[in-house]
C-alpha cells in the first residue's frame, strides 16, 4: 500500500517555472514507477510524464516534452515533477499517481488505469 501526497502548486506567471514534490508512504515505494497527470476542467486527465522504480526511465507528454522534467528521490521517498517555460494551457490540477510494485526496472506507464494510488491533485494556475 502506498500513499501519495503533492505539493508546490500555485499561481505562476507565463514562462515561470513551479516544482511539484509527491510525498510518498509506504514501504514499496521503491519499487514502483511513479507517474504524474492533469486534468482540466471539463476535459480528461491527461498523462504528463512517469518515471521507473530506479529512475533510469522516463516518459513524457507531447505537451510537455522538453519543458517539464520528472524525478525521483527513493531515499525521501519523493517525487518531483520540476515545470519550466510554463503556458497558460498548462493550468490543470496535477496528480501524482503511483503503480503497483514491479521488478521491471524500466516499467513506467503512460495509462492512468496502470496506476493503484492517486493523490488528491494540486493546483497549477499559469497567468497570461
Known amino acids: 500500500q502506498v500513499e501519495v501526497v503533492e505539493s508546490g502548486g500555485g499561481l505562476v506567471q507565463a514562462g515561470g517555472s513551479l516544482r511539484l514534490s509527491c510525498a510518498a508512504s509506504?514501504?514499496?515505494?521503491?519499487?514502483?514507477?511513479m507517474g504524474w497527470f492533469r486534468q482540466r476542467p471539463g476535459e480528461e486527465r491527461e498523462f504528463v510524464g512517469s518515471?521507473?522504480?530506479?529512475?533510469?526511465?522516463?516518459y513524457y507528454g507531447d505537451s510537455v516534452k522538453g519543458r517539464f522534467t520528472i524525478s525521483r528521490d527513493n531515499a525521501k521517498n519523493t517525487g518531483y515533477l520540476q515545470m519550466n517555460s510554463l503556458k497558460p494551457e498548462d493550468t490543470a490540477v496535477y496528480y501524482c499517481?503511483?503503480?503497483?510494485?514491479?521488478?521491471?526496472?524500466?516499467?513506467?506507464?503512460?495509462?492512468?488505469?496502470?496506476?493503484?494510488?492517486w493523490g488528491q491533485g494540486t493546483q497549477v494556475t499559469v497567468s497570461s
Open positions: 518515471i521507473s522504480r530506479n529512475a533510469g526511465s522516463t
Open positions: 509506504g514501504r514499496s515505494f521503491f519499487r514502483s514507477p
Open positions: 499517481a503511483a503503480s503497483r510494485e514491479t521488478i521491471n526496472f524500466s516499467y513506467a506507464p503512460v495509462r492512468q488505469y496502470d496506476y493503484a494510488y
